[in-house]
């Protein structure tokens, strides 16, 4: 930013703080809805699913899947031949977190 462009912004921003000070309320009002609406259940797993699965892709299309555990298994271990970087421990922690959270309905039991 240049020092002139600088002490505009700076000069102007008295006027600017009641607008900005309600766009920070609405976002801080936002933000816990954002949190609430995570698709995927803490639990064991799903750090590891979280940090392994999104190295390629984004983790949200996979909260509409339903698969059998044999499903995920085959699924999880196809992304790893792909280049998906985890352990064959890992792969079971996720295949376990994921068969339990978006297993087909009536596995979940």
């Given at each position: ?18 607008g ?47 698969r ?17 970087e ?24």
């Amino acid at each position: 930013m240049s020092p002139q462009i600088f002490k505009a912004a700076a000069c102007s921003s008295d006027a600017a703080l009641p607008g900005l000070a309600v766009s920070v309320l609405a976002l801080s009002l936002i933000a816990p809805a954002r949190a609430a609406a995570d698709p995927f259940p803490e639990g064991p797993g799903k750090a590891v699913f979280i940090k392994v699965c999104t190295q390629c892709h984004a983790a949200e299309p996979i909260a509409i899947l339903r698969r059998s555990k044999d499903e995920w298994k085959d699924l999880v271990y196809n992304m790893k031949g792909m280049g998906a970087e985890a352990t064959d421990e890992e792969c079971n922690v996720i295949i376990d977190y994921l068969a339990k959270n978006f297993g087909k309905k009536e596995e979940q039991k």
